[in-house]
């Protein structure tokens, strides 16, 4: 087992790696940037280095810093989290290079799955199911209608190296697809360094769900559990639960040996999730993340499996401790991301400081967490306040903790999408777990969530009262008290040496 492990990322996501560490007893490295410089993790850590100022480029994704800092500690494995450099096969190389473990899979593996193109191209020689699609570059409009004529609309265009929901765009004419086709290269070219895009079919009422897998270096490969991903915005990730609602034991059985067949064909090991679309009936793969995804923690949740442990021990060269036929699944759990943005402004981003900040807690609630009262959310990075996990017996009771846990999740200082997920939780058709992608549009969420914002503000501020910094008053009655108590104490001895 490691000795030292660097975690070369931030927030919320550092401390879950150092507490399964700790557990380990293996001593932590953090690094973080100017910006972070009095951040939880930073204390949670054995040691902490500063690799930089607050942009990312000059901090988080400064591998050269990195690595400085990994051999001034003698870490001999650097985990990633998610984000920032988690995906990335030069980070993933070097740290080969430099003899240093890599706590995720190969390089290799992560540079083929890193293009959607290839990653297609894998699967389909595996015998996987794939979405239709042209399966190539598209350059220009006039081959994009080429494919369109194939294939009909609506049409979906990624960029192959994309991720993150960015660089995707569904069309539903010629029209739309001319004036998209040389948009979507440059937002891939921009966010990615690669403006390589393709079109695929847009199914019908598609659902996200995706398999947790994990496979170690003596052949073992085996999946966790599945998860239901398909409240998105802008094909970002909102709220996830495992197992998905739809799911049989026959359904995950196929899906997940499914997915075990895809990550063999490419020589997978560590942690990494299969995606999946599925549309009526049938199920079509997406993509492999090739890392520890944000929404793990349900899964532990349900399996009782640390899968950072097993990441952990995986990179050491260690077997799995378990097998397929040891895993269980047990009750319902969801996970709603809080972050500090305005669900009623375009979900824009509310950087600022936490004045304020009780989390939720109570039975069958879990809170992973990077802030407290006082701490900043820059807009320098993502703006995730926690990731609010629930847990029941049955999806009844998981939903109906999340509801009774966001009631009484109080964030004062920023907004918070917290009314967006009390309107999902509350809403008929969630409730009896029909999800599509577009389940936001379709149920006009947000305009649901105007109409409960002035009693919800009401209700927090009448919780939040309870945590009002009443410092000043305390000292000023201390000293009061302390003033009264000297004058009697005077007054006393007064008395006697009259």
């Not at 990633?80 to 240093?100: D, H, K, M, Q, V």
């Amino acid at each position: 087992m490691f000795n030292k492990v660097l975690v070369a990322n931030r927030g919320e996501i550092a401390i879950r790696i150092m507490r399964a560490c700790k557990e380990l007893d293996i001593a932590t490295v953090a690094v973080y940037s100017e910006a972070d410089s009095n951040a939880l993790f930073t204390k949670y850590a054995d040691e902490a280095y500063l690799i930089g100022p607050a942009p990312t480029s000059k901090s988080y994704l400064n591998m050269d810093a990195i690595f400085d800092v990994a051999k001034k500690t003698g870490a001999e494995g650097i985990h990633p989290g998610y984000g920032f450099l988690s995906e990335n096969a030069t980070f993933a190389r070097r740290c080969e290079e430099e003899g240093i473990t890599f706590i995720g899979p190969s390089s290799e593996v992560i540079k083929q799955m890193g293009s959607k193109i290839a990653a297609r191209e894998a699967m389909i020689k595996a015998g996987v199911p794939v979405v239709p699609s042209n399966g190539k570059p598209i350059e220009d409009y006039e081959s994009a209608q080429k494919v369109a004529d194939k294939l009909g609309y609506p049409l979906m265009i990624k960029a192959s190296a994309g991720g993150g929901g960015i660089g995707m765009k569904v069309v539903n004419s010629d029209e739309e697809l001319k004036n998209s086709i040389s948009s979507i290269r440059s937002v891939a070219k921009s966010a990615f360094g690669d403006s390589t895009v393709f079109i695929e079919k847009y199914l019908d009422e598609p659902r996200h769900i995706e398999m947790q897998i994990l496979a170690d270096s003596h052949g073992n490969c085996l999946y966790l559990s599945d998860r239901e991903c398909s409240i998105q915005r802008r094909h970002q990730k909102l709220i996830e639960e495992a197992p998905s609602p739809i799911m049989t034991p026959e359904l995950r059985a196929e899906m997940g040996n499914t997915a075990i067949k895809a990550a063999k064909s490419i020589g997978y090991e560590n942690a990494g999730t299969v995606e999946f679309l599925y549309s009526k009936g049938d199920y079509y793969f997406l993509e492999v993340n090739t890392r520890l995804q944000v929404e793990h923690g349900i899964t532990e949740l349900v399996t009782g499996i640390d899968i950072v442990k097993e990441q952990l021990k995986v990179a050491c060269g260690e077997e799995l401790s378990i097998r397929q036929e040891d895993i269980k699944i047990n009750g319902s759990a969801i996970e709603c991301r809080i972050n500090a943005e305005d669900p009623l402004n375009d979900f824009n981003p509310s950087p600022g400081k936490i004045l304020r900040y009780r989390s939720a807690g109570g039975p069958g609630v879990r809170v992973d967490s990077g802030v407290h009262v006082g701490y900043t959310i820059t807009p320098f990075y993502d703006s995730m306040i926690s990731k609010l996990q629930t847990w029941g017996r049955d999806r009844d009771e998981a939903i109906a903790r999340m509801k009774r846990a966001l009631f009484e999740y109080v964030v004062v200082g920023v907004k918070t999408n917290i009314p967006f997920h009390r309107a999902v939780m509350s809403h008929e058709e969630f409730i009896k777990g029909n999800l599509t992608t577009h389940f936001i549009d379709d149920y006009n969420i947000l305009d649901i969530v105007a109409e409960n914002a002035e009693c919800q503000r009401r209700e927090s501020d009448t919780l939040a009262m309870a945590l009002e910094d009443n410092s000043k008053k305390v000292a000023a009655i201390s000293a009061a008290v302390s003033s009264y108590i000297n004058a009697a104490k005077s007054a006393n001895m007064k008395n006697k040496n009259e």
